[in-house]
């Protein structure tokens, strides 16, 4: 009986062992992917050599120009006295932008990313471990290297549902989860669809759990870059198989990617945003207001509504209902349930809907969405959808005649995607106002889905829904 409890003793032992070396030795472990590697795939006859990035060493592409608050284009300066003023003007912006710089690489980066410091990262560690053991264990997830375009290791961890897809076939299906501002894989958003039973991949920001690097929006498109590779190009995904899942300010990472890679098949938002300068100016004191917005747009420029409406295929955007960290409200304690009118979400789906359907949220049905959001619970939303008598076979056969009378014309290639018919799209010309409110009210329903949950609640397994499709 002894020897019996003195193997159990060896073998937990021999366990905790291997898992603290899992843990902390993970800059030793071994390469297990690059962001180049797709080109060699490429050279031996890889189905997604397009996807590659030409310019990936100087860093992955990001919007610019004026979503960084730059000015419009004019004629351009000539002669000594313009180069003199242009010089004048350099030297009047050089505190400030020394100052922006001095507040975006100290305070700001904590603010903005506080998973990334040190002190956080080890009051954590026995919850990440624990959490990484849970992943392996239970779930039979593989960990693995990535190296982006900067040289930054990127920490991941895969668990393949493949071989036991489900009656429903979820487990074909990967969702890449996109963490918040302190959220880590391991014990993060990615529970919701594994629980679902969907195939998962997880990695963490750049400086977070065992990534290298700074989580500066550059350095977190780089990462995502090399996981979407990743996923496609090593774990062998079909690009419509694969969902985009991103959470709080993992909407930016997730956005991008479906952006950057727009035959990738969904992407939901969940307790994202449209825009950091709002919440940023609502943190700060005011008398730095100008300060934060000039940090904002040349250092975490996080433009989520601009990269949305960039993606032409299926969106569900997730809105909890007593999230008081992406409302601005101004409220010092947590919002009463309901209280939804200030908060961000609202601004991405406004936005996503009047570049997707002009016509239809032009005057009536940009004001009647604008009050559907204003209902706080599923019971308000359902009786403000009824009071319109919305008749959804009438709405999706409107979207379908209009879909199949383009595709008879087919008059520009160009409006043809990964997705079928680009954006945007006309349908709703020449619609009475009251048919006008219908259909806005209907998009809308498709597109955004009330959740009665805080911004940190982990998301229940049911509340994880794929996008409509028509």
Sequence with gaps: ????????????????????NYTYNFRSWPVDFRWDDVRAAGRAGSAYGALTCAAAAAGVWL??????????????????????????????????????YALAHSLGRWLVYPGSMFLMTRALLPLLQQG?????????????????????????????RRQHPGSSGRGLRLVICCEGNAGFY?????????????????WNHPGFGGSTGEPFPQHDANAMDVVVKYALHRLHFPPAHVVVYGWSIGGFTATWAT????????????????????????????????????????????????????????????????????????????LPSGDVESNRGNELLLRLLQHRYPAVMAREGLAIVTRWLRAGSLA????????????????????RSYRASCEDKQEDEEAWGPHGLAF???????????????????????HLKNVEATHCSPLEPEDFQLPWRL
């Excluded at 009986?1 to 060896?10: G, N, P």
């Design 186 to 202: 391991e014990m993060g958003c990615l529970s919701a669809p594994l629980e679902a039973g969907y195939s998962v991949l997880g």
């Design 380 to 399: 308000q939303e359902a009786a403000f959808y009824a009071r319109y008598r919305v008749d959804d076979e009438w709405c999706l056969e409107l979207l």
């Design 259 to 334: 952006m950057t890679y727009p035959e990738l098949g969904a992407l939901v938002l969940d307790a994202t945003f449209d825009d950091l300068v709002p919440l940023a100016v609502k943190v700060m004191p005011h008398s730095w207001k100008g300060l934060v917005v000039r940090t904002v747009r040349e250092h975490f420029n996080l433009n989520v509504a601009e990269q949305l409406c960039r993606y032409p295929g299926p969106v569900l955007l997730l809105r909890r209902t007593q999230d008081d960290v992406v409302s601005t409200s101004g409220h010092l304690r947590p």
């Design 1 to 20: 009986m002894c020897v019996v409890c003195f193997v159990k003793a060896l073998v937990h032992v021999f366990k905790i062992y291997l898992t603290a």
């Design 424 to 446: 945007p799209w006309l349908v709703g010309q020449g619609l009475s106002p009251r048919r006008r409110r219908k259909l806005a009210l209907f998009l809308a329903r498709k």
């Design 132 to 160: 990484q053991e849970r992943l392996v264990e239970r779930y039979l997830g593989r960990r693995a290297k990535l190296v982006a375009c900067d040289g930054n290791e990127i920490d991941t961890m895969f668990m393949d």
């Design 63 to 100: 919007l610019q120009g004026a979503a960084l608050g730059g000015d419009a284009p004019g004629r351009p300066m000539r002669g000594a006295r313009s180069q003199a003023l242009c010089l004048l003007q350099q030297i009047r912006e050089l505190p400030g932008q020394l100052a922006s």
